[in-house]
């Protein structure tokens, strides 16, 4: 059965700290890792990733895919407030296809 | 540009009554997405839909649910005789032709009392 494991399940850090939040993954015919931000409302694309050792990066969070170990980072650096939220994992088989979620890691981050 | 859109985004039924929820797709995509969000439980896929054609719906229960996409007009995600189960946020999700990535709406919060 296809599975997606994220961890931690939660997190606490202080504005300022640096983050890495993990995403393992068992899918048959694995195409692409999606991330996404949740906070109160619609889940917020960040990024995909289909190519394994390319970091894809965004302002102060950047993420990578290692295809052979079958798992994803997604990092935070310099966190802030409003960093804080679930941050949820996928993966797809191919395009047009369901995406298979993960539970997410919930982030809090204090001031 | 119009993200995708879903209404109503609360909605509260009685054991026994059916619940209708819409969406509508970013503009340009044809591709639609139901999940379902249980408390504590991740996202879980129902059933993906193209125009007037339902392409997968592996994830949907056998009984009382059923999705359409009409030619005109928004997705719509239907549960008959509601029970306190369904209580859940459903979100919906669209995606442009061979894209992996699928932008959501905000979710419709189902209350069943």
């Known amino acids: 059965e296809d599975k997606v494991v994220q961890s931690p399940l939660s997190l606490v850090v202080h504005e300022g700290d640096t983050v890495t939040l993990n995403c393992s993954y068992e899918?048959?015919?694995?195409?692409?890792l999606l991330w996404y931000k949740q906070e109160k409302k619609a889940p917020t694309f960040l990024f995909m990733l289909?190519?394994?050792?390319i970091e894809k990066k965004s302002g102060r969070l950047s993420s990578i895919l290692d295809k052979k170990e079958l798992f994803s980072i997604l990092n935070i650096t310099a966190t802030q407030t409003g960093d804080s939220a679930i941050y949820l994992c996928?993966?797809?088989?191919?395009?047009?296809?369901?995406?298979?979620f993960g539970k997410g890691t919930t982030l809090s981050v204090s001031s | 540009n119009a993200g995708v859109m879903q209404n109503p985004r609360h909605l509260v039924r009685r054991r026994g009554q059916e619940a209708r929820l819409r969406c509508s797709p970013m503009?340009?995509?044809?591709?639609v997405y139901w999940y379902r969000q249980l408390p504590e439980e991740g996202l879980k896929f129902m059933v993906y839909?193209?125009?007037?054609?339902?392409?997968?719906e592996s994830g949907m229960p056998k009984e009382r649910f059923s999705a359409e996409f009409p030619k005109e007009g928004p997705s719509i995600l239907r549960i008959q005789q509601v029970v306190r189960g369904d209580s859940a946020a459903y979100f919906c999700?669209?995606?442009?032709?061979?894209?992996?990535?699928?932008?959501f709406g905000p979710g419709t919060r189902l209350t069943v009392t």
């Open positions: 999700a669209s995606s442009g032709d061979r894209s992996y990535e699928q932008y």
């Open positions: 899918v048959t015919n694995f195409r692409s």
């Open positions: 289909t190519s394994s050792g």
């Open positions: 996928a993966v797809t088989a191919q395009a047009g296809t369901a995406l298979i």
């Open positions: 503009k340009g995509h044809s591709h």
């Open positions: 839909l193209q125009k007037e054609n339902i392409i997968d």
